[in-house]
T-cell receptor, first 114, second 115 residues
Framework: DTAVSQTPKYLVTQMGNDKSIKCEQNLGHDTMYWYKQDSKKFLKIMFSYNNKELIINETVPNRFSPKSPDKAHLNLHINSLELGDSAVYFCASSQGVSGLYEQYFGPGTRLTVL | GENVEQHPSTLSVQEGDSAVIKCTYSDSASNYFPWYKQELGKGPQLIIDIRSNVGEKKDQRIAVTLNKTAKHFSLHITETQPEDSAVYFC??????????????FGKGTKLSVKP
């Protein structure tokens, strides 16, 4: 069983479109994250949610809106896609909000904006 | 805020040799330092971590050392094998509450182990 799963794995779309990426974890964790990895492999946190509540919202355009319907799911919706949004997006989860425990990453979603 | 510098950006070793990757951090309040391995096409995976009350930790061929005074920590891989080839990331966190719990990642080291 996959611990953290994301769909889709690849997403190719035109500028200006709206798209969503889904994430689910079956580890029973109460904290979930979205990270962006750019073409140079730099990993940067975008959001973190604990028990469905937003904890961290780094400097991310408000075109990005995370939604957590329950503890096991954290979806990422992106409006009005831009070329610079092309990247690999990783979902992750961990136990607790302290940032002091292992984060389990999903396999990533490669988003290409044309 | 915290800044984590990692070097080298690329490292090539012969199978069986040792590999060392070094990181420095800027915020003396950071107290948790994990290392993640990212294989091609996959998400990062924790391989070892160290907390600020410990100077060294080992797990089979992998070890991490922490020098709090100098604010640097290192990953040591001994007897490297081709399957160790991957991108390795160091990270630092202050822990607890809001963005304090953020993991700040280094820019990664691409390790290639030649058979």
């Amino acid at each position: 069983d996959t611990a953290v799963s994301q769909t889709p794995k690849y997403l190719v779309t035109q500028m200006g479109n709206d798209k969503s990426i889904k994430c689910e974890q079956n580890l029973g964790h109460d904290t979930m994250y979205w990270y962006k990895q750019d073409s140079k492999k730099f990993l940067k946190i975008m959001f973190s949610y604990n028990n469905k509540e937003l904890i961290i919202n780094e400097t991310v355009p408000n075109r990005f809106s995370p939604k957590s319907p329950d503890k096991a799911h954290l979806n990422l919706h992106i409006n009005s896609l831009e070329l610079g949004d092309s990247a690999v997006y990783f979902c992750a989860s961990s136990q607790g909000v302290s940032g002091l425990y292992e984060q389990y990453f999903g396999p990533g979603t490669r988003l290409t904006v044309l | 805020g915290e800044n984590v510098e990692q070097h080298p950006s690329t490292l090539s070793v012969q199978e069986g040799d040792s590999a060392v990757i070094k990181c420095t951090y800027s915020d003396s309040a950071s107290n948790y330092f994990p290392w993640y391995k990212q294989e091609l096409g996959k998400g990062p995976q924790l391989i070892i971590d160290i907390r600020s009350n410990v100077g060294e930790k080992k797990d089979q061929r992998i070890a991490v050392t922490l020098n709090k005074t100098a604010k640097h920590f290192s990953l040591h891989i001994t007897e490297t094998q081709p399957e160790d080839s991957a991108v390795y990331f160091c990270a630092a966190s202050k822990g607890y509450g809001g963005s304090q719990g953020n993991l700040i990642f280094g820019k990664g080291t691409k390790l290639s182990v030649k058979p």
